[in-house]
């Protein structure tokens, strides 16, 4: 968590001031930070964990993902509750998850205040949609 709130600070959010770090765990013991990375164009914006598990698959694409730190810094007020991720991330969290066959635990923060840990990422995203539909 203490490398997610450090990867708030790196965060491009000029447009919404919410600042977006998240940080991984690999099985082999490697972390990784991102941040978010926004744009005029709002579609074209990149979120923190999406930029995270990108980062580290193109590093150590066979290493399975142990646990994500999210949180975010608001310029105007302070979170005090988790954040948890949008919908396009849950999605994203559970396909890493599906892939490589082993449960992401994911830890939800604010600035500060209580800390929310689920085992799995499916349990963001009930009824995902994975591969075998298609």
Same mark, same amino acid.
């Given at each position: 968590m ?11 959010a #000029? ?5 977006? +770090? ?20 709002? $579609?074209?914006?990149?979120? *923190?964990?999406? &930029?995270?598990?990108? *980062?580290?698959?193109?590093?150590? $694409?066979?290493?399975? &993902?142990? *646990?994500? *730190? ?5 310029? &105007? ?7 948890? #991720? ?11 998850? /599906?892939? /490589?066959?082993? $449960?992401?635990? &994911?830890?939800? /923060? +604010?600035? /500060? ?13 009930? =009824? +995902?949609?994975? +591969?075998?539909? =298609?």
């Open positions: 203490k490398s997610a709130h450090k990867a708030t600070k790196s965060a491009y #000029p447009y919404s001031n919410f600042k977006v +770090g998240a940080a991984i765990l690999l099985k082999n013991g490697k972390t990784f930070k991102g941040s978010n990375f926004e744009n005029a164009s709002y $579609p074209l914006c990149l979120c *923190a964990e999406r &930029v995270v598990l990108a *980062a580290a698959h193109s590093c150590h $694409p066979n290493n399975i &993902v142990e *646990a994500i *730190a999210i949180t975010a810094k608001n310029e &105007v007020k302070i979170l005090d509750m988790p954040i948890s #991720p949008c919908g396009a991330c849950r999605q994203v969290l559970v396909e890493v998850e /599906q892939k /490589q066959k082993h $449960p992401l635990k &994911v830890i939800l /923060q +604010g600035e /500060q205040g209580p800390i929310y840990v689920f085992d799995s990422a499916s349990e963001l995203l009930p =009824l +995902g949609f994975d +591969g075998d539909l =298609l």
